[in-house]
């Protein structure tokens, strides 16, 4: 397999080719050999010193004049041998180490507790609510309407007539007289017998049961597990990986190329005259016949039935609200009470005055009298005061009650009365005609025409076809493989474990009480009755009459014709207006309340008793079994091989010249150097030489 190296590849080992060459074949000392430093002239040739400008042993090489020599770069293709890398697939074999879980059965024994329901019977109170009757007395307030008298305008749409003129057109019958012939539908008699199931209905007694639902209570023990956390010390195994080497072998599918011969077809066109048929159209002229229908009017008389407007006077009837009197009795506790005289008794006053002197007259009355002494001591005054008398009694009261009554009254309609008319009517009606006209007739003619048509044939050819084929090669590596070796460890775990506690509750449960109870249905049944009914049939029979058909003439006329119109009028009238005042009265009212009332009853329960029981489960367990499998796979083995790439080399031309120097020699040494030095600048600076493309050596290689 050929592998394609990268461009870098190429363009590094040019430049190192590039760059070996110019070193090799640069000028040289005349007598020492040592490369000698060029300088780049004005015009971009450049030129070398013949002397190193160093001492090399040879005094005649340093001291001697020399020709200065001018350097031009030629562009050469030249041949070259570069290292190519193939890679070839070899199957090689090692063994690999495979772990493997073998599974082993192991029966263990474990304990358990089950809870198992044993059935009890307790006795429990319970509560039942009673409903207990008791009259209330409640006041509430009674609207009393009050009926008043309010006068009301109202405006009311009057209906009144005008007589308007209008044109109309009408058409004017001509009657003809025409036979025709019709056939009529004659009625006539038949008896005909038919069952009808008529329906009634039954009363019949039906039984059903009824579940009545009834609240209880109960008080039950149920166990509950209580969940607790423990630490236990547990054993495991942990596979920890070793990574391991082996040998094995695998096989290499190697592509060469093989030349086959492979024989193909091709379609060779070649030309063939061919004659064929067209048909060409041309147009003749041709005499047709055709059928037109022709309208023309006729007039026929016919009836219409007109909608005349009639005005009526109806009465009707309509609900009206009347306040009516109602006489009742009510209890009223009256205050029959009178005003009487009383005399009021006053003590006497002190024996000595306002101002300490007695027998001035008496502080306590205005009687007149002389003094205390008198007989009107102790003083008397006479006054009104109201005995009361509370005296209970029915009295009547009336109140007002708002009753629909029934009123008569009269009304204006307008109506329409269907009048039958008759008038002639234009009917169109059509006839039909011959007629002839000239038409254009398309037809054709054959001719017989000639073309040229491409057609193929097949012929068989052979050619060499390269064909890829592969070879299989055996061939052998290292592997690394990785093999669990099992570990024991130990580690703390919390196991979840529950304990049986007994608990109480109140529960509510429904019994069912089935009742049987019996109520009336009503089944509906059906008897056939036999009747018999009258059925009219027609025959068909064939008559011959005379009709009048009318031809209508039109004609253009003026009328008066009565228009409705409506015109509102505002009117006066008495409306009752109902007002409503608000009295207090009182009432008994029946309520019940709920009271609780203890009662005792059985009640069985059930009762979770645990039990210990024993039983024994089996656990599947894995062993870890290593073993060695033979594996194959695939190595691509690299193959380095020189091939020869033409390529493009810059080298160097020298060309001498006379430098016109003096006879003490070319210059200077330090002249020298410091044209070696711009030389060494120029050379930094100038462009790289040309190198091989990577597609030019890749198509090569």
């Known amino acids: 397999m050929t592998c394609r190296l990268p461009r870098w590849f190429f363009a590094c080992l040019a430049a190192m080719l590039v760059v070996a060459t110019v070193h090799a074949d640069g000028p040289g000392c005349a007598s020492c050999g040592k490369s000698v430093?060029?300088?780049?002239?004005?015009?971009?040739?450049?030129?070398?010193?013949?002397?190193?400008?160093?001492?090399?042993?040879?005094?005649?090489?340093?001291?001697?004049?020399?020709?200065?020599e001018t350097v031009r770069y030629e562009t050469v293709m030249e041949a070259c041998e570069i290292p190519v890398t193939t890679y070839k697939q070899e199957t090689r074999t090692r063994t690999k180490t495979v772990c493997k879980k073998v599974p082993r059965c192991e029966t263990r024994e474990r304990t358990f507790t089950v809870c198992v329901p044993e059935q009890r019977t307790r006795k429990e109170t319970y509560n039942v609510k009673v409903k207990v009757p008791y009259t209330e007395e409640q006041t509430y307030t009674v609207r009393v309407p009050v009926c008043t008298q309010v006068e009301q305008c109202y405006k009311v749409p009057v209906k009144y007539t005008e007589q308007v003129a209008k044109q109309y057109t009408v058409c004017v019958p001509k009657k003809e007289m025409r036979t025709e012939t019709y056939q009529v539908k004659v009625p006539y008699q038949e008896t005909k017998s038919y069952t009808v199931m008529v329906p009634y209905t039954e009363q019949v007694e039906q039984k059903y049961k009824v579940c009545v639902p009834v609240l209880r209570k109960r008080t039950e023990t149920y166990t509950v597990q209580v969940p607790y956390t423990e630490q236990v010390q547990k054993q495991y195994t942990v596979m920890v990986p070793e990574r391991r080497m082996r040998t094995e072998n695998y096989k290499v599918s190697v592509p060469y190329k093989e030349a086959k011969s492979q024989t193909y077809t091709v379609r060779?066109?070649?030309?063939?005259?061919?004659?064929?048929?067209?048909?060409?159209?041309?147009?003749?002229?041709?005499?047709?016949?055709?059928?037109?229908?022709?309208?023309?009017?006729?007039?026929?008389?016919?009836?219409?039935?007109?909608?005349?407007?009639v005005r009526e006077t109806k009465t009707g009837t309509r609900l009206v609200a009347k306040c009516v009197p109602v006489t009742k009795t009510r209890t009223v506790t009256q205050d029959m009470g009178s005003w009487q005289e009383q005399t009021s008794v006053s003590a006497p006053a002190d024996a000595e005055g306002d101002d300490g002197n007695a027998?001035?007259?008496?502080?306590?009355?205005?009687?007149?009298?002389?003094?205390?002494?008198?007989?009107?001591?102790?003083?008397?005054?006479?006054?009104?005061?109201?005995?009361?008398?509370?005296?209970?009694?029915?009295?009547?009261?009336?109140?007002?009650?708002?009753?629909?009554?029934?009123?008569?009254?009269?009304?204006?309609?307008?109506?329409?009365?269907?009048?039958?008319?008759?008038?002639?009517?234009?009917?169109?009606?059509?006839?039909?005609?011959?007629?002839?006209?000239?038409?254009?007739?398309?037809?054709?003619?054959?001719?017989?025409?000639?073309?040229?048509?491409?057609?193929?044939?097949?012929?068989?050819?052979?050619?060499?076809?390269?064909?890829?084929k592969c070879r299989l090669e055996d061939r052998t590596r290292e592997v690394p493989y990785c093999v669990m070796v099992p570990v024991q460890r130990t580690r703390t775990i919390c196991v979840r474990k529950c304990r049986a506690e007994e608990r109480t509750r109140e529960v509510c449960f429904t019994?069912?009480?089935?009742?049987?109870?019996?109520?009336?249905?009503?089944?509906?049944?059906?008897?056939?009755?036999?009747?018999?009914?009258?059925?009219?049939?027609?025959?068909?029979?064939?008559?011959?009459?005379?009709?009048?058909?009318?031809?209508?003439?039109?004609?253009?006329?003026?009328?008066?014709?009565?228009v409705c119109k409506t015109r509102l009028e505002t009117r006066t009238r008495m409306v009752n207006k109902v007002s409503f005042k608000c009295e207090q009265r009182t009432r008994c009212i029946q309520k019940c309340r709920i009271e609780c009332q203890p009662r005792e009853r059985e009640v069985c329960y059930t009762v979770m008793v645990p039990q210990k029981r024993t039983e024994k489960y089996n656990v599947t367990l894995y062993d870890t079994v290593t073993e060695e499998v033979p594996e194959t796979y695939t190595v691509c083995v690299p193959h380095t091989e020189m091939r020869t790439v033409q390529r493009r080399v810059c080298r160097p031309v020298y060309t001498s010249t006379g430098c016109g120097c003096s006879?003490?020699?070319?210059?200077?040494?330090?002249?020298?150097?410091?044209?070696?030095?711009?030389?060494?600048?120029?050379?930094?600076?100038?462009?790289?030489?040309?190198?091989?493309?990577?597609?030019?050596?890749?198509?090569e290689i």
Request: aromatic content about 6%.
């Open 37 to 68: 430093a060029t300088t780049t002239t004005a015009s971009g040739a450049q030129a070398s010193g013949a002397c190193c400008g160093q001492q090399c042993g040879d005094s005649s090489c340093c001291s001697a004049p020399a020709c200065c």
């Open 268 to 309: 060779v066109p070649y030309v063939e005259t061919q004659a064929y048929t067209v048909r060409v159209p041309y147009t003749e002229q041709q005499q047709v016949q055709y059928t037109v229908c022709v309208p023309y009017s006729e007039c026929v008389e016919q009836k219409y039935t007109v909608r005349v407007p």
């Open 359 to 468: 027998g001035e007259g008496c502080s306590g009355c205005d009687s007149g009298c002389s003094g205390c002494q008198s007989d009107c001591n102790p003083c008397a005054k006479p006054c009104k005061v109201w005995v009361p008398n509370l005296v209970t009694k029915e009295v009547p009261c009336t109140t007002y009650e708002t009753k629909m009554v029934e009123q008569p009254y009269t009304y204006t309609c307008a109506s329409f009365a269907c009048e039958e008319r008759t008038r002639m009517v234009p009917v169109r009606k059509f006839r039909n005609e011959t007629r002839t006209r000239t038409i254009k007739v398309c037809k054709f003619r054959a001719e017989e025409r000639t073309r040229c048509v491409t057609k193929y044939r097949c012929e068989q050819r052979c050619r060499e076809v390269m064909v890829t």
């Open 511 to 562: 019994e069912n009480t089935v009742e049987e109870r019996t109520r009336m249905v009503c089944v509906r049944k059906v008897r056939p009755v036999e009747k018999t009914c009258q059925v009219t049939k027609c025959r068909l029979e064939t008559r011959t009459r005379e009709v009048p058909v009318c031809k209508l003439v039109r004609e253009t006329r003026t009328r008066m014709v009565p």
């Open 663 to 699: 006879g003490d020699g070319c210059g200077d040494p330090s002249d020298v150097t410091a044209d070696a030095d711009s030389h060494d600048d120029a050379d930094s600076h100038a462009p790289p030489a040309p190198v091989a493309s990577e597609d030019e050596a890749t198509d």
